[in-house]
């Protein structure tokens, strides 16, 4: 990852196949969708065995500054192997997980989707935009913007499958007291 | 209730501060969690005066190093500056007011301000100023007096603190039997501790009492808010024993703890931070004898007054920065020996990102409680009744080891009741003399 600028400076890449790419928007506007309905274990099941699922911390350095701005050795909001996201989706199915209860209204939106092809012809280096609004209770309304790139993976039975994703939170600072969701 | 500037204070408003709360029977006013006016004395009278953990030593290691925090609500740069020391000062400039420095973290030679370009060196004396000359026989321009408003630093083990009153006692007594419990994170090992790099921070639309008061005692909300993380986890809640666990709190800060030694540190689910403390128990005893060592890794919770919070064995400091009476920011830190092997940093960093960061399984449920326990206060008829933290009342004990006050059972809130004792101890006296070690 570039330390100066969080954001892929790839833009040559040749386009993929329309039906590829077709397919794959409907894969991760499916995925939003199971996200809004908190059908976490069918989310579960859109993971590769390898995934590796990662949100880290922004942080708001000169762009002089020649530290990385995101690295993997430095704390995170989401670091995630298969077995903790599986964690995570345990602890909110508990009927004692109070911050779920009344449930969030999530509502994801995904857009800007690209696919660019990799070196492996059956993965795919996928960026994309999510806009995440959770309304709780009375007038609760928290908003999480996040750029992702996914690494999107057919498998050999034909399924897709997210095999990396990481997302860049666009605030250093979250504006919100919990992130009980999955962007 | 409306509350003048303390200058002009007069003793009616300290008997007013004294009617809010009643530490002896553990009586809140909800209007401390709520009203404009004793949050703006809270800023003046505790945040300015007290001593504010602002950096470790290894956030900062080399000459140039700084980082940007908050004491309450003024923002400050904390840096190492030529001569190794860590300076604390104001990141406001002293000509317009402008802030002087907006990352972060990084690495700096001088702090020079965007507007007129006056540039401060690291340790905030004014070191240039553009077009100097244009001040030559000004009578009122004195490059010596133009320096950014300077904290006293001092530090404990490595954990750096600003205050900003020249009247506070040193930190060693303003800590007091407080360093002895301290020590159990800071010097079980001889390397003492080191922080991972990265800082989370987030918001929270509370007053930061809450955190603060539920870090320094509230093991009782423990295995009712965090049930579902335990039951996710584990499948069962833990046990807390009265008899072997305890507060302690000395001047207004408290650990609540049970002698169990690994409780907080197995919840991290990484089997090798349990065998890394088993491993060292020895080490542990050897250098703070067996009652602290047993305190290295278990259920437990701990704030330093007024709003620096740790769980030992989970490995995380945090602080809860005041941003109006509604609101707290959050800063999250992971920290561990640095003699511990390498392999287990990546162990805490990622068991604290699965547990105690704000998509942890057990924070996501605090933030909750925090925000309604002060959003509810907007009710004039709900801030009519007082809220009840009397647990434990009666529960001091003798003990011929532990320091500063005891009570037995940790499910107790008489560290609630010490922490808001020095509030208001702190909230009513004009200087520094007039409060009471507690
Ligand atoms: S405000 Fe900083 S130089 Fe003028
Ligand atoms: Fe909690």
């Known amino acids: 990852m570039d330390s100066s600028n969080t954001v892929e400076a790839t833009v040559d890449a040749p386009l993929v196949d329309r039906d590829l790419a077709y397919a794959i928007e409907q894969f991760l506007y499916r995925e939003a969708r199971l996200l809004d309905g908190e059908r976490y274990e069918e989310w579960l099941e859109l993971m590769a065995e390898d995934i590796h699922y990662w949100m880290p911390g922004i942080q708001a350095r000169y762009r002089a500054d020649k530290v990385a701005k995101i690295s993997l050795s430095r704390m995170a909001y989401f670091d995630d192997d298969l077995d903790y996201l599986r964690k995570r989706v345990e602890r909110a199915r508990q009927t004692t997980a109070w911050a779920e209860d009344p449930p969030t209204r999530h509502f994801h939106m995904v857009t800007n989707i690209e696919v660019q092809p990799t070196e492996r012809p059956n993965e795919w280096t996928v960026h994309s935009l999510v806009f995440n609004l ?14 992702r790139r996914d690494l999107i993976r057919q498998e050999a039975t034909g399924v897709l499958k997210i095999a990396r994703r990481f997302i860049q939170l666009q605030q250093t600072v979250l504006q919100a007291k919990n992130i009980n969701t999955f962007l | 209730m409306s509350f003048s500037h303390p200058q002009s204070r007069q003793t009616e408003d300290a008997d007013a501060l004294r009617g809010l709360v009643d530490p002896k029977q553990g009586w809140l006013d909800r209007s401390i969690f709520w009203d404009p006016a004793i949050y703006a004395v809270e800023l003046e009278r505790i945040f300015a005066r007290s001593w504010i953990f602002v950096a470790h030593d290894t956030q900062v290691p080399n000459v140039g190093d700084f980082l940007t925090t908050y004491v309450g609500e003024d923002a400050v740069i904390v840096s190492r500056a030529r001569d190794n020391k860590v300076h604390v000062f104001i990141n406001s400039c002293s000509h317009r007011g402008n802030r002087v420095c907006f990352a972060e973290a990084g690495t700096a030679r001088r702090f020079t301000c965007n507007f007129h370009g006056w540039s401060y060196g690291l340790d905030g004396a004014l070191s240039g100023v553009t077009a100097e000359h244009l001040y030559k026989n000004n009578p009122t321009f004195d490059r010596k007096k133009l320096g950014l408003h300077k904290a006293r630093v001092e530090s404990y083990g490595g954990m750096h603190f600003a205050n900003f009153d020249p009247d506070a006692p040193s930190l060693a007594d303003y800590l007091g039997d407080f360093r002895w419990y301290l020590d159990i994170i800071l010097d079980n090992d ?14 929270l639309k509370c007053n930061w009492k809450f955190p603060a008061e539920n870090f320094i005692g509230d093991a009782y909300h423990a295995t009712w808010t965090h049930s579902s993380a335990l039951l996710a986890l584990f499948g069962k809640v833990p046990e807390m024993h009265a008899d072997r666990s305890y507060q302690v709190n000395a001047n207004g800060h408290g650990w609540e703890f049970g002698t169990d030694f690994v409780g907080n540190a197995a919840t991290l689910c990484e089997p090798e931070i349990v065998d890394y403390l088993r491993e060292s128990e020895a080490m542990f005893q050897e250098r703070l004898g067996k009652t602290r060592s047993r305190m290295v890794g278990s259920l437990s919770s701990a704030t330093v007054f007024p709003n620096l919070s740790f769980l030992a064995g989970h490995n995380t400091f945090r602080t809860w920065n005041p941003k109006g009476p509604t609101e707290t920011e959050l800063h999250t830190w992971v920290f561990l020996n640095r ?19 704000p998509a942890g399984v057990f924070e996501m449920d605090d933030g909750e409680n925090f925000e309604h326990c002060t959003a509810s206060n907007a009710g004039v008829v709900t801030r009519r009744r007082k809220l009840h933290t009397g647990l434990g009342l009666g529960s001091e004990i003798d003990h011929p080891e532990l320091k500063g006050h005891v009570h037995q059972n940790q499910i107790n809130e008489a560290n609630h009741r010490a922490f808001y004792q020095r509030w208001v101890d702190l909230m009513t006296a004009p200087i520094w003399a007039d409060v009471p070690a507690r």
């Open chain 1, 134 to 147: 959770r309304h709780r209770n009375e007038a609760e309304q928290l908003e999480l913007t996040a750029r």
């Open chain 2, 190 to 203: 001889e390397g003492g501790i080191e922080f991972i790099d990265g800082n989370i921070k987030s918001r």
């Open chain 2, 339 to 357: 003699n511990a092997p390498d392999a287990l940093k990546e162990k805490y960093r990622r068991g604290v990102m699965l547990t105690f960061s």
